[in-house]
């Protein structure tokens, strides 16, 4: 369960403040009822080589379509992003808030429209108080921090009970780098990103290495499929998902470039990080009681792997299982088989914890008590060895709660 | 939310025993703790043209492979079935345990293993009690009845909370033909069924029609995809799911040959039932307090309004919503966008009961209440209307309910 340990990074404080040059701050603007945070930005004091994974969801937000319209040459310097309202499926007006919104921070930081990334999340279908956020510009730039980056963590929160924040430094060449990210995610989740629109869960990177466009676009995508990809919460995709990267380069390193050995320390480092974040949000997930990590060994492609993987973290009835503590392993059997792949009921193996429970297609007999206390646990690891092919994937859930129920049938969560 | 009516057909009693020369009955023999029953069988007097539809997961109970292999040549004469336990991953004894209860009903009948069809439905992993089983096929014979429908019916429920019986009366040519079926379904249902295996709900199917095969075949397919195909329940498919028919051609009908007019009458008579028992396993889905219909119009093709009615009846979201009595639409939209298929969010109109909530990708405001009254009714009807083509489909679910979490996290349902 715990994060490959990166190429001699080392984990550090600041968040997306931790990368030289970056400032951040989050503020009430009035989107959400409570007087909780709602309104955030990040801004990078030099321009930045940038780029975004979006949801692949065929509805999705403007804040996604003009996001994407404006990483279009790799550039961007700020990041506006708001909690409480997802500004999705609001027609044509929703796409003017979102250009407002990004038109406002451009205003109030000097910059054009085009130099803002724009992000949202919330409740789908109602309009964007848009004056609201206009209003509150002037106060978000004003109040901008090269510590700001827990300010702006808080203001991305809906239904997250942990604020998500990480920073990792290392060495590229012989300059060190930092990079930093913050994150918000606990329910509509089961993203699947691309570079090219995908899921609502928001992280926000930034880094002070010099890298170029061809090597963040593959460092982000790679990233993305190993750690937020393998997540699910619900098995809901949301229309809002994003992760957005700014690279202003302020460490002075050589260019990284694409392929290259810089890249792939760089590209570890981040994988690093969002792995820890994907996790936190699991973790953190609505209603959740577990932390479950399902691993799938020795299939016959990355693919049939990642997809067996994400049966068995979706399945409704293993979740529940989970939740009552109760290890009903042929529901893991079940979801496996069902996952479209080809999976051999009489070769696979599975293994709750290191105790193997099915091989042969049958039933491998335990004392009582033993798969209880592995069940009973907070954190659980779930093996599926398929045994035929070499290819592995780990995709992470949590259990599926009353309290989950609960939360997501009150009203407009 | 009405079953069609099929041609002429009426409703009649007494389920798979209502046709002309079959017999049923159902008992306790042991496998269930409570006194319940759980051991059922259906004769025929005389031999049937026979077929089935099953799971097409690829973890799959013995008794599916034995059931296939049994109506290779398009032929049975009886159908044994055992609540309680799936005998599904429990290696070669699971196998040698299916073959042995055909083996015992065959003996007890004076027919061939061959002409018995063998069901399981209940915990997967443990193994079968087999001797309780082979001990109690002699009281399970000698009570075989010709109202013995409800018998049967009874000692397949597992966490069904009714009794699932449909029977029909329609004319094929000058003749009164009879289609009867019983069947158990309430969670684990989210069937995928096919000629060649796939989900645990359980159908069992008698009919006095004198039927071809291959019309038998063609209509059972077709009748299963409209019907058991588009429910779910969980999201989950079993590994044990199977509907099973026999005609025994008692009816002396002049033979219904495939692609006649006889064809579709028998047809429309078979979905119409399938349907009714479908809705009736929706209806009776562990913890669900709702009963809801997706239809998705005007797709590009029937595979596609298939594809997307299942993802939103599917939705984790979608359905806490339904529980909550949400009128939550942008949730319907979002799993509509993650379906895979082509949807146009600018295009896409959505409806809640008779209520449009989007068009022109935005919301249409309502008065205050009219929403929430739809979404508090027990019978909801949920359109998408995608405006991309001319084909459509309707799935049928229920909400998730805390009630459905606490019964499938209590240990080993």
């Given at each position: 369960m715990k994060a490959k340990a990166s190429n001699g990074a080392r984990t550090i404080s600041g968040g997306v403040t931790a990368p030289k040059g970056f400032k951040a701050n989050g503020l009430h603007c009035g989107i959400k009822n409570s007087n909780k945070s709602d309104l955030a930005l990040i801004y990078s004091e030099k321009p930045c080589t940038a780029a975004g994974v979006f949801t692949t969801n065929k509805v999705h937000a403007s804040c996604v379509a003009i996001s994407q319209a404006h990483l279009k040459y790799g550039h961007a310097q700020a990041i506006i992003a708001n909690s409480?309202?997802?500004?999705?499926?609001?027609?044509k007006k929703g796409f003017a808030d979102s250009r407002a919104m990004a038109a406002a921070a451009a205003a109030g930081l000097g910059l054009?429209?085009?130099?803002v990334c724009v992000a949202s999340t919330g409740v789908i279908g109602h309009p964007l108080p848009i004056k609201k956020i206009v209003n509150a510009v002037p106060a978000l730039v004003k109040g901008l921090r090269a510590k700001g980056s827990k300010n702006a963590a808080r203001a991305i929160?809906?239904?997250?009970?942990t604020l998500k924040e990480v920073a990792a430094e290392f060495t590229i060449g012989k300059k060190r780098v930092r990079i930093g990210a913050i994150a918000k995610g606990a329910g509509m989740i089961h993203p699947e990103m691309a570079l090219a629109p995908h899921a609502t869960m928001l992280c926000f990177v930034t880094t002070d290495a010099s890298i170029a466009p061809a090597a963040l676009r593959a460092a982000l995508d790679s990233a993305t499929g190993n750690s937020f990809n393998m997540i699910t919460i619900d098995g809901d995709m949301s229309t809002n998902d994003m992760v957005l990267v700014l690279a202003n380069g302020m460490a002075g390193n050589t260019m990284i470039a694409a392929g290259s050995k810089d890249a792939r320390i760089f590209g570890e480092a981040l994988e690093t990080l969002f792995l820890k974040l994907a996790c936190a949000m699991v973790r953190d997930?609505?209603?959740?009681?577990k932390f479950v990590a399902v691993t799938v060994k020795n299939a016959q492609s990355a693919a049939d792997a990642r997809t067996v993987a994400r049966a068995v973290s979706s399945s409704t009835l293993v979740k529940c299982a989970l939740f009552g503590s109760d290890p009903n392993w042929g529901r893991v059997a079940a979801a496996a088989g069902r996952a479209g792949v080809s999976v051999d009921a009489w070769k696979m193996k599975i293994y709750l914890g290191s105790e193997l429970v099915l091989k042969n297609g049958g039933p491998v007999s335990k004392k009582a008590g033993v798969l209880d206390r592995i069940f009973g646990k907070k954190d659980i690891t779930i093996t599926v060895d398929l045994r035929t092919g070499t290819h592995s994937a780990t995709a992470y859930t949590c259990d599926l709660s009353t309290a989950y129920v609960e939360l997501n049938s009150a009203y407009h969560t």
């Open positions: 409480g309202n997802a500004n999705c499926m609001t027609g054009t429209e085009k130099d929160m809906t239904t997250d009970s997930a609505e209603g959740a009681t």
